[in-house]
């Protein structure tokens, strides 16, 4: 299991620590450990915390971040307009993120701009 959770983690140093921390952890805790990792590193993308910025594995382990309550935004789904800016079915839909949802539609910022739609916050 430690292999998986070091596979996982997006900061790789000092593997003995993390061995030794992993270690202190009982069994049956493995897989909540594992699963608030991956909560973890939703909460990381979203807030776009730079990698210098996340704790060593060891650290995070000791520390239990693993029982901190975090708050995950809920994804966006991807924007609806296309990437040359038509309803083309053909032309690809565009990669951006989208932010606003009008008429069961989802638009990224550039594409409420073009299409007069007020948003309250780019992304």
């Not at 593997?15 to 608030?36: C, Q, S, T, Y």
């Not at 839909?93 to 990224?108: L, N, T, V």
């Amino acid at each position: 299991m430690f292999n998986k959770f070091w596979e996982l983690y997006p900061r790789r140093l000092a593997r003995k620590d993390a061995e030794k921390a992993w270690g202190k952890i009982p069994i049956h805790r493995h897989i909540d450990v594992l699963e608030a990792l991956r909560k973890h590193l939703t909460m990381w993308k979203q807030q776009g915390t730079e990698k210098r910025f996340i704790p060593y594995p060891a650290t995070w382990l000791n520390g239990a971040r693993f029982e901190d309550e975090i708050e995950i935004a809920p994804e966006m789904p991807q924007c609806d307009w296309n990437r040359n800016g038509m309803r083309d079915s053909g032309s690809g839909r565009c990669e951006a993120q989208a932010i606003k949802e009008h008429e069961r539609q989802f638009y990224c910022a550039e594409h409420c701009s073009r299409l007069g739609l007020k948003f309250l916050r780019a992304a």
